[in-house]
């Protein structure tokens, strides 16, 4: 971890009721949140407004919204625009999930074309890549990735680059069926995005460079120690808001000793 501060998130995927959203995030308000570390959540779309309307306009909590379509409007059923998802609350938006990419056939394309409509409507894209399994064992994970976040980023300036969110989530990694990954297994993939983002925005980077699959209080810091990991975005160990709580104490105390 090579920043001062660090960015700490989860999305809450299909939980939460709209009371269920409000008093979680009213729960984690009320704790006393360190300003090295930048918390996020991202809650269902129905709950979205819900949410923004029980935090003041200076709440140091962001909020997501989970997806959102390229078009600004138009006959899309079951969607919602970047312009619809800003005016329920969002200040960012989760693109390229793996669930999204399995289950509904987003692309690499799509995450493109979504990017650019979330940079247009004053969003700040969460980027999610990561490899399956099968393309792990080949040996071809970082190459993987990288293709992956070329294309995500093909619409946007060098200067718009520098404004997104980039999340490294192995498939393998995922969900009550997978298995965490190492901080060996991280670390290569970590740098190849690093490099490709300082391509793409010529040597400047992203606005913060995330891991997400297993993580837990027991190798939270272990992968912050990553000196291109500038942040978490976790699971279902969030869903909870004493688990989320206790991986932003994690992460402010490895903010502590990296500034020594």
Not at 28 to 42: E, R
Not at 43 to 61: F, G, I, S
Not at 77 to 92: C, V
Not at 106 to 123: Q, S
Request: glycine share 10%; proline share 5%.
């Amino acid at each position: 971890m090579a920043t001062t501060t660090i960015w700490i998130g989860t999305s809450f995927k299909m939980n939460k009721t709209i009371a269920e959203a409000r008093d979680y995030v009213t729960r984690l308000m009320a704790a006393a949140l360190p300003a090295s570390v930048q918390t996020f959540v991202v809650p269902p779309h129905t709950a979205l407004a819900a949410v923004r309307d029980c935090m003041p306009p200076d709440a140091p909590v962001l909020l997501g919204a989970q997806n959102a379509h390229w078009a600004a409007e138009g006959a899309w059923t079951g969607e919602i625009s970047m312009r619809m998802a800003r005016d329920a609350g969002a200040q960012l938006v989760e693109l390229g999930h793996s669930e999204r990419r399995e289950h509904f056939g987003e692309t690499d394309e799509t995450v493109a074309l979504k990017a650019r409509a979330a940079v247009d409507h004053g969003l700040v894209p969460l980027i999610c890549v990561g490899e399956p399994l099968a393309v792990r064992e080949t040996g071809r994970a970082e190459e993987f990735v990288a293709a992956q976040l070329r294309t995500a980023t093909k619409l946007l300036t060098p200067d718009e680059v520098r404004t997104v969110l980039v999340a490294y989530e192995p498939v393998w990694a995922i969900g009550s069926s997978g298995r965490p990954a190492t901080p060996s297994e991280v670390a290569p993939v970590m740098a190849v995005l690093a490099h490709e983002l300082a391509e793409r925005s010529r040597g400047e980077g992203c606005r913060a460079l995330l891991y997400g699959g297993g993580v837990d209080p027991g190798n939270a810091a272990g992968l912050l120690r990553d000196r291109h990991i500038e942040g978490l975005f976790v699971g279902r160990r969030g869903w909870d808001v004493s688990g989320l709580l206790e991986l932003v104490e994690i992460g402010s105390a490895c903010v502590d000793a990296a500034r020594g």
